[in-house]
């Protein structure tokens, strides 16, 4: 069994960051893909960032480049979600997710087999 741990979410103003992190578990799992969701009140859950975790190849949604920034730590199987010049409109509930699937395009909702709990971002203006 897999477990995926989130951290690092809060209350920050608009213009501050925060550092999400996501902590991997699981005697055999050896992940292939890693990612962020994040899902605002009344919204769908929405793809925010992916890192391959063969070539280290990632993926932002449009909304994000620019300002978040995914990375990997292999010894940790952690993956941190880093994110800077926050707005409002980045308030949601951000998910992590994980597949042993080396995916080498942009990786959609259905391609993760495992998700977290989920960790609260609130951006106030």
């Known amino acids: 069994q897999v477990q995926l741990v989130e951290s690092g979410g809060g209350l920050v103003q608009a213009g501050g960051s925060l550092r999400l992190s996501c902590a991997a578990s699981?005697?055999?799992?050896?992940?292939?893909?890693m990612g962020w969701f994040r899902q605002a009140p009344g919204k769908e859950r929405e793809s925010v960032a992916s890192?391959?975790?063969?070539?280290?190849?990632?993926y932002y949604a449009d909304s994000v480049k620019g300002r978040f920034a995914i990375s990997r730590d292999n010894a940790k199987t952690t993956v941190y979600l880093q994110m800077n010049s926050l707005k409002p409109e980045d308030t949601a509930i951000y998910y992590c997710?994980?597949?042993?699937?080396?995916?080498?395009?942009?990786?959609?909702?259905?391609?993760?087999?495992?998700w977290g709990q989920g960790t609260q971002v609130t951006v106030s203006s």
């Open positions: 997710a994980a597949t042993g699937r080396a995916y080498y395009r942009r990786v959609s909702r259905s391609d993760y087999d495992y």
């Open positions: 699981g005697r055999t799992f050896s992940p292939g893909t």
């Open positions: 890192i391959n975790w063969n070539n280290y190849n990632t």
